[in-house]
Structures are given as structure tokens and as C-alpha cells.
């Protein structure tokens, strides 16, 4: 089993991911006065991130199978390294753009063989517990991307958010090369290009992975809904200034910090799914609030607390599932279950929005709770 050595990598590596997909959106407003534009021309910047990530995950996790994990995970890490500087040094937002479809194109090759390697370096009876770090480390770039990106913009301008990507990802880089060890766990491979389609093709064959992953959409998908139009929400209806509508986001960001381990280690007690459950639950309760209590600032404070701390749970038991229900498929059973994931995440705001424009916050507020509950349907269908 691996040591706390090797696994330091492992864990910084799933922080890259969101810290870029997220940290993004603080810039905006910078980004569209720094070329004279409007912002739906600047969230290309988040878009042209997001397509190359979910898609390339699909395979990234084969190609790994098929060739060697080493050296996949370190692809992955050089080109986010070289999108992040390319991003600094963007002359033009055109640039800036193909920069950030390179960034999504290397965070691909990240997130599921991160996932996939916690999944193979740890004692199975310490899944949950190693898993839910996991998804801690996750919830962590989710929660400080937004904040970093505001600092260095104040003090040293926006581009050294790209700088400082450029660097973070170079550092985990060099610590998993030093420290991840390749024999005989990870000997090198031959194989074709081609190959790789046949593991994603073995992967979606198990009716499991395509439960679970389905799943996982359903579960991102209510959850990415609820946050985006609760923002514009806030604003609109109660005239609540930025930094207090962030504050309100970020609780369930920090909950989620604390929520993922404890998650991780009563599913190892009591199974993944009865806690898959019960965040699902927690989720169900946040939202229900939201929709009947009449708003205050410290009552929304305390319900995205709540929604945090039950999608922290329920993403820690989907997560697990994940890395365990095929064993010797477990990376490209991560790719398939991470580019379903993420999928939630792009297409949700595009689709609630034809909700929330004639409808209002209540109508984003009941299908959210519709989709967490059709995603513990099917992750009810997962057997081991």
C-alpha cells in the first residue's frame, strides 16, 4: 500500500481542476474591461475550459490503461502547466481562449486518474476514509479558486492567477515524479491509440458504471443548478451586494471540507449508498428550506451550510463506488464517470435557465430536488 509519501501527489493534483475551472470566474468582469467586451463573450473562458475537460475524460482514463499512468498523469500536468502560461502571456482574448481550451485539455488527463489512483494505492477497507481526502481536496479548489484569483488580481493583476496555475501544477508535477513509485506497480506499456476505445467500450458494457454515472450527472446537475441561480437570485430579489451573495456560496464550500472525511468513513461502516442516501437527504432538507422560509442572510448562511455538508456526503460515496465497482477497470470506469459528472455541470445552467427566466427561483428550486432524487434512484441500482 502507498505512503502518505506518494499519496501528497495524488491529493494536491485533485485541487487543479476546479482551482482553474472556478478561480476563472472572480476575473470576468476584469477580463471583459482588459479587452472592451462583454461578459458572454468573456465566459468563453469558462466554456472553452469546460468542453475539452469533459470530453477528453472519456478517454484519458483508457489511455492511461492502454499506456502507462505515469506518464499520463504527467502529460496532463505539462499542458495545464503550459495552457496556465500561455493564458498569462495572451496578448488577445483570442489567444486567451485557445489557451483555456489547452488548460481543459491537461485538467482532463488529471481528475480521473487521481481518482482511479487513490482507488488503487489504498487498502480497500480505507477507501471511504482516502476517497473522502479526496474529495476534500476537490471541495478545497472549489472553495479557495474564486478567492485566490481576487487576491492576486488586487495586488498583482489577473494574469498571475495563470501564473500561479502554471506553477502550482508544475509543483505537483515534480512531487509525483519524484515521490510515485514505478516499479512494479506501474510498468510501462505498449499498446495503440485505438485501444483505448475498446476500455471505454468494456467500461459503459457494466450496467453498474452507467448507473452510477448517471447518477453522478443527476447529483452535479442539481447541485451546479441550485448555486448558479441562487446567486442571480439574491441579487435581483434582495439587492444582496456581491461579497455577501459569495459568502453565502462559500458555506458550502467549507462545510464540505469538513463533511467529505466523515463521509468517507461511515460509508466503510455502513455502506455507500444507505450515506449516499442520507446526503441526498440533507441536500432535499437545504432546498426545501430555501423554498418555504422567508429570506434572511443568516438563515441562507445556515441552509447552504446544510446543502454543502449533504452534497460533500453524497459525492463521497458516488466518488467511492466509482473506484470499486470495477476493480481492474478503474481508470477508465473514471473517465466515464467523470465525464458524466461534468457534463451535469455544463448543461445545467444552459437548461435551468428556461425555468428560471418565466418561472423564478421555485421552479430551479423543485427540479433540483427532482434531479437529486432521480440520482439516488440510480446510484440505488449499483450492486458490488
Not at 441536500?283 to 441562507?300: C, D, Q, R
Not at 454543502?308 to 473517465?335: H, M
Request: hydrophobic share 55%; aromatic share 14%.
Amino acid at each position: 500500500m502507498a505512503t502518505w509519501r506518494q499519496l501528497l501527489p495524488i491529493y494536491l493534483g485533485a485541487v487543479i481542476g476546479p482551482l482553474g475551472g472556478v478561480g476563472v470566474i472572480t476575473l470576468l468582469p476584469i477580463l471583459a474591461r482588459e479587452w472592451q467586451t462583454n461578459i458572454q463573450w468573456i465566459s468563453l473562458t469558462v466554456t472553452l475550459y469546460m468542453i475539452p475537460y469533459v470530453i477528453f475524460q472519456l478517454f484519458s482514463g483508457s489511455i492511461a490503461q492502454v499506456f502507462n499512468t505515469r506518464r499520463t498523469l504527467l502529460f496532463g500536468l505539462g499542458i495545464y502547466s503550459l495552457g496556465g502560461l500561455l493564458c498569462g502571456l495572451s496578448p488577445t482574448l483570442e489567444i486567451l481562449l485557445g489557451a483555456r481550451f489547452i488548460q481543459g485539455f491537461g485538467a482532463a488527463f488529471i481528475a480521473p486518474l487521481v481518482l482511479a489512483l487513490v482507488g488503487e494505492m489504498v487498502n480497500p477497507q480505507q477507501m471511504g476514509r482516502s476517497v473522502g481526502i479526496l474529495g476534500m481536496m476537490y471541495t478545497l479548489g472549489v472553495t479557495m479558486g474564486p478567492l485566490i484569483s481576487g487576491i492576486l488580481e488586487v495586488n498583482l493583476g489577473w494574469t498571475f492567477f495563470f501564473f500561479f496555475l502554471t506553477a502550482y501544477a508544475g509543483g505537483v508535477g515534480l512531487l509525483y515524479f519524484f515521490t510515485e513509485n514505478r516499479s512494479p506497480q506501474n510498468p510501462s506499456r505498449s499498446g495503440r491509440l485505438a485501444d483505448t476505445l475498446v476500455f471505454v467500450k468494456k467500461a459503459v458494457s457494466f450496467s453498474k458504471v452507467r448507473f452510477l454515472s448517471w447518477a453522478a450527472f443527476s447529483l452535479f446537475f442539481g447541485y451546479i443548478g441550485l448555486m448558479t441561480f441562487i446567486a442571480d437570485n439574491l441579487k435581483n430579489s434582495f439587492a444582496l451586494p456581491s461579497d455577501r451573495i459569495g459568502l453565502i456560496l462559500s458555506m458550502t464550500g467549507f462545510l464540505g471540507i469538513l463533511a467529505s472525511p466523515l463521509a468517507g468513513l461511515l460509508g466503510d461502516r455502513y455502506g455507500r449508498i444507505k450515506i449516499a442516501y442520507l446526503g441526498g437527504a440533507i441536500m432535499i432538507a437545504a432546498i426545501i428550506g430555501l423554498e418555504v422560509l422567508t429570506y434572511s442572510f443568516f438563515k441562507y448562511l445556515i441552509l447552504f451550510a446544510v446543502f454543502g455538508t449533504g452534497a460533500a456526503t453524497a459525492w463521497t460515496s458516488l466518488n467511492t463506488l466509482a473506484v470499486e465497482i470495477v476493480p481492474d477497470l478503474r481508470k477508465p470506469v473514471a473517465s466515464v464517470y467523470n465525464c458524466f459528472k461534468f457534463s451535469g455541470y455544463a448543461l445545467s445552467p444552459l437548461l435551468l435557465s428556461l425555468l428560471y427566466v418565466p418561472f423564478s427561483i421555485s421552479a430551479v428550486h423543485m427540479t433540483c430536488i427532482c434531479f437529486v432524487l432521480f440520482s439516488l434512484f440510480l446510484a440505488s441500482r449499483v450492486r458490488l
